[in-house]
């Protein structure tokens, strides 16, 4: 029997971060739930439920604070939904055993891919591509501890677009929001500055969650004494989260970003190869 005071800590410390990174919560708290000795599949499934309340409890500040680009999300969203739910369903089919490589391979990618970009504060877009013109896929924000307004331009529109699809297909399968490699494509693909990739991220992974946890809630994955105290818990503190984002330095959020993921590939990697067929 879990504790449930345990799991709303757990959630709350899970939101936090969450919020901070744009990682939605599901792939901090899914490997936390494994070592509790929740079973993977209900593990993803419950963790769809931490990413819908940590992409609730942030998105409405950053909005309000025009952190978030809304304009790019829609777009992006219609990749990632299609993605999510095609993933989900594939879920059923694949051995649990599987599923912990699966979700360190996708882990490790995010990790390479960002590492070589740490110390950038923030990206140059000379030019956009037609279709990031065309949409208009562009923005600006003050940021607090640069203590100016930051304009930037979003290029790339068609290429980010099929990389949300695998960020998409990911979540369905494994029961996060995918935020480690969306904000990867956010930033290197879409070059969006490393707070607006966190906030747009936060945003997009609700509804990518909603769609995949639709499919599980059928399949009879979602156990509610479980994912109750978790959204709470998550809610909490990815509203914290939201407040304090804005005060810190992009490539500190980046360096938070790296560290999470690195400590969760390591985890998955053991649950993966110390897991029976």
Request: positive net charge; glycine residues 12%; charged residues 10%.
């Amino acid at each position: 029997m879990l504790n449930m005071a345990v799991i709303m800590l757990l959630s709350f410390i899970t939101g936090l971060v969450g919020a901070l990174t744009g990682l939605g919560g599901g792939s901090i708290m899914i490997p936390l739930l494994t070592l509790l000795g929740v079973p993977i599949k209900h593990a993803v499934a419950a963790g769809l439920i931490t990413v819908i309340a940590t992409s609730s409890g942030s998105a409405a500040t950053y909005v309000e604070r025009e952190l978030t680009n809304v304009r790019v999300a829609m777009y992006l969203e219609i990749y990632t939904v299609i993605g999510a739910i095609i993933g989900a369903i594939i879920t059923n089919f694949i051995a649990p055993k599987l599923l912990y490589f699966f979700f360190a391979g996708f882990l490790m990618t995010s990790f390479i891919g960002l590492r070589g970009h740490i110390s950038k504060e923030l990206p140059v877009v000379e030019k956009q591509d037609k279709l990031s013109s065309w949409l208009r896929l562009e923005g600006s924000y003050y940021d607090e501890a640069l203590g100016k307004v930051v304009d930037y331009k979003i290029t790339n529109a068609f290429p980010g677009g099929l990389g949300m699809f695998i960020a998409g297909l990911a979540a369905g399968m494994l029961g996060i929001g995918a935020g480690a490699f969306k904000v990867s494509v956010q930033e290197l693909l879409l070059k969006m500055p490393s707070k607006v990739s966190s906030t747009t991220s936060n945003f997009i992974i609700g509804m990518t969650a909603l769609a995949g946890a639709s499919v599980y809630l059928t399949m009879g994955l979602i156990n509610i004494n479980l994912a109750a105290p978790m959204a709470i818990g998550t809610t909490l503190g990815a509203i914290v989260g939201s407040r304090i984002l804005n005060k810190f330095r992009n490539v500190t959020i980046r360096y938070l970003f790296l560290v999470v993921v690195l400590y969760l590939i390591i985890q998955m990697l053991y649950k993966g190869v110390t897991a029976p067929w």
